[in-house]
């Protein structure tokens, strides 16, 4: 979805006029830039986070020399979406799948338990055998 495309949403959802649906999705993102600039965080509950992240300086190459270089600091804007937003996203997709391969992954994790529990347990029997012959 590009920019108009949102505004045209927004516009419909809201039942406002496009250019009333511009400004608000413009003031929006205005907003949110000049509040992140100043290094304030916008929390939307349940929508996400827009927070200003700091990247340390490193040693880098360059992929046609292979020589080093030192990259700068730099300051970068960082979303993270939000429980709600996430959870959204995930029963998106098909429910059934991720019961049948969260029931794979129980199964299979319990044979890799079983296997080596089974081994040790069969080698202290060895070990207590050997024990009470040896007496």
């Not at 250019?19 to 000049?34: E, K, L, P």
């Not at 700068?72 to 059934?96: C, H, N």
């Amino acid at each position: 979805m590009n920019a108009q495309e949102l505004i045209n949403a927004v516009a419909k959802e809201a039942d406002l006029p496009k250019t009333a649906a511009r400004r608000a999705v413009n003031a929006f993102t205005d907003t949110v830039q000049a509040s992140v600039k100043s290094g304030q965080k916008v929390v939307l509950a349940g929508f996400g986070t827009f927070e200003r992240t700091t990247r340390k300086a490193r040693l880098g190459r360059n992929p046609k020399t292979g020589a080093s270089i030192q990259i700068t600091a730099s300051e970068r804007p960082k979303f993270r979406p939000g429980k709600t937003f996430k959870d959204m996203l995930i029963s998106a997709r098909s429910p059934k799948k991720r019961v049948v391969k969260a029931k794979a992954t129980k199964i299979a994790a319990k044979k890799a338990v079983k296997k080596p529990v089974k081994k040790a347990i069969k080698k202290k029997a060895k070990k207590a055998k050997k024990a009470r012959k040896s007496r």
